[in-house]
């Protein structure tokens, strides 16, 4: 099997087309935000890009923002290693829409202005609920700006052919990786900062047509070396896996059998059953996902985003399998944890080799690496601008406006703030990817989702559909789910204790599980209901006003 990086040191062609496409984007896209920032004159600009886009626009949006490096390089990276185990994540991604769908987009829509704060707030005190409201908002958004950054690190040292041992521009691997999220945490910041919701939405529009154009291309290449045969494929990908069958079974990651040893067999099995319930029941409370149901004129505009959504989406996850089996055929294990332990750069690894296959040569393996790196790259950079722009939209509105200046701020005074914001969440998210390097960005992604559902959901949940609801049990809800699943992922193998771990060279962990979202969902849900009950506080009128607003859309802004 021929594997050869034609990024290396010495192929300055290769080089030279990544960083021009790479280039050409930046440009492209920050063409578009400056475009953007002379359309954006309100803060119902800012953070909902005028409430102007249609179904359609809205749904390759969410698609764009949906779409991570998680998805693109993550899975893919997780079905090369692990065969059928990875595809997990494809099917609990997809099938978390159907939740969005029944139970949140519409009633979010028609309910709420800007933030997830206002639909939790309208009928309770706004202070304590609004503050918890932005303190869950950023965590979940850093957690998932986490895996787009360590994302970001591993495609740059792909594309500039920087391995352990080799250079570029003076910098070794770790510290290119390091150079790459510093410059991609620049570049975020500047989209929220200039475009705000405008620019943001179709920086993601650009990205979503281009990441579809580019999976479907390689799926096609893919099928077509293997004449359309899908069990050929298979079959090359659990040879050259190293795994046998077993590539091709249930248990090789998760819910892993382990011989003569009951209680780590049983923690497998519950960590399996605790990612699932995370994957789906966390998209309906992530608050970059959530913000994007306002940005259209009415509800009915919202569900139909959400449909073209699910079935862009779903298109995509279908793809993932054959960029996940085709990287493990073509590439190899072995060829991918040498580039990347984590496995995130098998998509462009296996792009790589079709290139040299279909296009003959070092020079079209580089064509067809740098024109999907760059796309990987699209995918980053619009995913992070959505991510910020969440959570510094709910620092500046429901802090900073509703909390401490009690409603009496200027739009201006507010967007500004917005815009403070993006740079200090910047400025901490790329400290904390640093650390974060040695983490699958699926995997991480799927801890933002645990900690959404946990901490979101609950409260919106609630919000919407429980008439006997309450400030105390909004707070009780956000703070419990929150904190559980922060604190269990924390004392868990994810963080110190195990190889792969982010501190590997410690030891605290006494959780067993990698996944905190069966103890920790359950126990949002518990908070919120016991929060409720031990405060008599109780508005009927609020809660029928709430109602008529969730399911007519009337009086909605």
């Known amino acids: 099997m021929r594997m050869v990086l034609a990024a290396e040191a010495g192929n300055h062609t290769a080089r030279n087309l990544t960083i021009t496409l790479f280039l050409v984007f930046v440009a492209v896209t920050l063409a578009i935000t400056i475009w953007a920032s002379r359309q954006t004159k309100t803060a119902t600009d800012f953070y909902a ?49 159907l939740v969005a769908l029944l139970l949140v987009a519409e009633l979010l829509r028609n309910s709420g202005r800007y933030t997830m704060a206002d639909v939790l707030a309208f009928r309770m005190r706004q202070r304590p609920v609004r503050t918890a409201a932005a303190v869950s908002t950023i965590t979940v958004s850093i957690f998932y700006l986490l895996a787009q950054m360590v994302g970001a690190g591993a495609l740059v040292a792909l594309l500039l052919g920087i391995r352990p041992g080799t250079t570029f521009l003076g910098m070794d691997a770790a510290t290119a990786k390091v150079a790459t999220i510093i410059m991609v945490g620049a570049l975020m910041i500047i989209y929220v900062t200039v475009g705000g919701m405008k620019g943001t939405t179709y920086v993601q529009i650009v990205k979503a047509f281009l990441l579809m154009t580019g999976a479907l291309l390689m799926t096609l290449l893919v099928l077509a070396k293997y004449k359309f045969n899908l069990s050929s494929l298979l079959g090359d990908a659990a040879a050259s896996s190293g795994k046998g069958s077993a590539f091709l079974e249930p248990g090789l990651r998760y819910g892993v059998e382990v011989a003569g040893n009951a209680t780590q067999t049983f923690y497998n099995k519950v960590d399996l059953l605790s990612l699932g319930i995370a994957l789906v029941l966390g998209t309906a409370g992530l608050p970059h996902i959530l913000i994007r149901f306002y940005t259209v004129p009415t509800a009915k505009a919202a569900r139909k985003s959400v449909l073209w959504a699910i079935g862009i989406i779903g298109t995509f996850y279908l793809l993932t399998l054959a960029l996940g089996f085709g990287a493990a055929a073509l590439v190899g294990s072995k060829a991918i944890t040498e580039q990347d332990k984590a496995g995130n750069t098998a998509a462009p690894q296996l792009a790589e080799a079709l290139g040299i296959d279909f296009f003959g040569g070092d020079l079209g393996g580089a064509a067809l690496l740098a024109i999907i790196a760059a796309v990987a790259f699209a995918t980053i950079l619009a995913v992070v601008a959505g991510l910020t722009l969440a959570s510094s939209s709910s620092l500046a509105h429901d802090f900073y406006a509703n909390v401490l200046k009690k409603g009496e701020a200027s739009e201006r005074q507010e967007v500004r703030v917005a815009r403070i914001s993006a740079l200090v969440i910047g400025a901490i998210s790329i400290l904390l990817s640093i650390y974060a390097q040695n983490l699958n960005v699926a995997f991480l992604v799927a801890l933002a989702f645990a900690v959404a559902a946990s901490g979101n959901l609950p409260a919106i949940l609630y919000s919407l559909f429980w008439r006997r609801f309450n400030t105390s049990g909004a707070v009780w809800a956000i703070y419990g789910g929150l904190l559980s699943a922060v604190l269990l992922v924390f004392f868990s193998p994810v963080v110190s204790g195990a190889a792969t771990s982010m501190f590997p060279d410690h030891d605290w962990q006494w959780f067993p599980l990698s996944n905190p979202g069966i103890l920790s969902i359950p126990f949002g849900f518990l908070c919120g209901w016991i929060g409720t009950l031990v405060s008599k506080e109780h508005d009927e009128e609020k809660y029928a006003e709430l109602e008529v607003r969730a399911l007519t859309g009337a009086g909605a802004h």
């Open 49 to 97: 890009g005028g409430r102007s886009f249609s179904g359609f626009q809205n749904g390759m949006a969410i698609g764009g923002d949906y779409m991570s490096a998680a998805s693109f390089l993550g899975i893919a990276g997780i079905i090369a290693l692990y065969g059928y185990d990875g595809f997990l994540y494809s099917i609990g991604f997809l099938v978390a829409w």
